[in-house]
């Protein structure tokens, strides 16, 4: 028996629906909205002859920067959040926060793909641009609490991202928020937390830890602070991995050579495994049982 042509050519098609818009000269389209001509035209390998992998090396850093872009609206807003007393919806931003933090440390993985000796087919393109110089991790760190202020000036060629760091390091950071959070529902938060100079790196106060001590010890009686402190924990422990991640890439592919930007490579890296943003968090763990 032999198969209608018919229906063997079209077995393996998905004819459009009557309703689909297909005309898009007066109407926005997808590209239209997402404003793919620029996106997709924004990669300019700058190897010369061409190289295959700078591509990746370029779109995996610029997909970073759009998800920290993500990250610090989400940051933001949870901050403003804790300062207007709506825990619920601020512990909504940071549920946010963690799956965004956990696409960025997966897309280590691509970047791993990428060999010694390829990477030294572009490395020398690259002159001295760094991830240490991307303006939107630094925001990020000054909106959970590793404030340096030295950091502002690596920015002074570009004053917008220099004015918005200088904005940052004035402000309050999150976790300074979900202090001052604390002292307005009745937590006897020290006045050294409270009264701190922010822009200063924030220092862990043992006064504080007995405070979270009060909270562990009897959880059920402090819901929604106990939850904020192990969301946070979430947050701190993501942005480890990521920087853990981040290390262990540049580890396989450069070794113990310098960074482009001039830094000690693995060894600068290495060192900021030790910054904690919420070190008492981690500290009232000694205390609990």
């Given at each position: 028996m032999t198969a209608d042509p018919d229906t063997s050519r079209n077995a393996n098609r998905r004819d459009l629906e009557q309703g689909i818009e297909r005309d898009f000269s007066r109407r926005m389209s997808y590209g239209?909205?997402?404003?793919?001509?620029?996106?997709?035209?924004?990669?300019?390998?700058?190897?010369?002859?061409?190289?295959?992998?700078?591509?990746?090396?370029?779109?995996?850093?610029?997909?970073?920067?759009?998800?920290?872009?993500?990250?610090?609206?989400?940051?933001?807003?949870?901050?403003?959040?804790?300062?207007?007393?709506?825990?619920?919806?601020?512990?909504?931003?940071?549920?946010?926060?963690?799956?965004?933090?956990?696409?960025?440390?997966?897309?280590?993985?691509?970047?791993?793909?990428?060999?010694?000796?390829?990477?030294?087919?572009?490395?020398?393109?690259?002159?001295?641009?760094?991830?240490?110089?991307?303006a939107q991790y630094r925001e990020v760190e000054f909106l959970l609490g590793n404030k340096n202020a030295d950091m502002v000036e690596v920015f002074a060629h570009d004053p917008g991202a220099r004015a918005e760091l200088?904005?940052?390091?004035?402000?309050?950071?999150?976790y300074d928020e979900f202090a001052r959070y604390l002292h307005r529902r009745g937590y006897a938060v020290p006045a050294a937390v409270l009264d701190r100079d922010v822009t200063q790196p924030y220092r862990q106060d043992d006064d504080l830890v007995s405070v979270f001590a009060e909270v562990y010890a009897t959880p059920h009686e402090h819901w929604g602070v106990y939850e904020t402190c192990e969301e946070l924990v979430d947050v701190e422990d993501n942005f480890q991995q990521w920087r853990f991640r981040h290390l262990q890439v540049v580890q396989r592919t450069i070794g113990q050579r310098t960074g482009t930007g001039g830094s000690s490579g693995v060894h600068f890296l290495r060192r900021a495994l030790d910054l904690t943003f919420f070190p008492e968090l981690y500290a009232v763990r000694a205390q609990v049982g």
């Open positions: 239209d909205y997402l404003q793919l001509d620029r996106l997709l035209s924004a990669q300019h390998p700058l190897s010369d002859p061409p190289q295959h992998d700078e591509l990746l090396f370029i779109v995996q850093h610029q997909t970073s920067e759009l998800w920290l872009k993500l990250l610090i609206h989400e940051l933001r807003s949870a901050r403003a959040l804790l300062a207007a007393d709506e825990l619920a919806q601020a512990l909504k931003r940071l549920a946010r926060v963690k799956h965004i933090q956990h696409t960025l440390t997966d897309q280590w993985s691509v970047l791993a793909t990428l060999t010694p000796s390829e990477y030294a087919q572009i490395r020398p393109f690259l002159a001295t641009s760094s991830g240490f110089q991307s200088q904005q940052l390091l004035a402000e309050p950071s999150l």
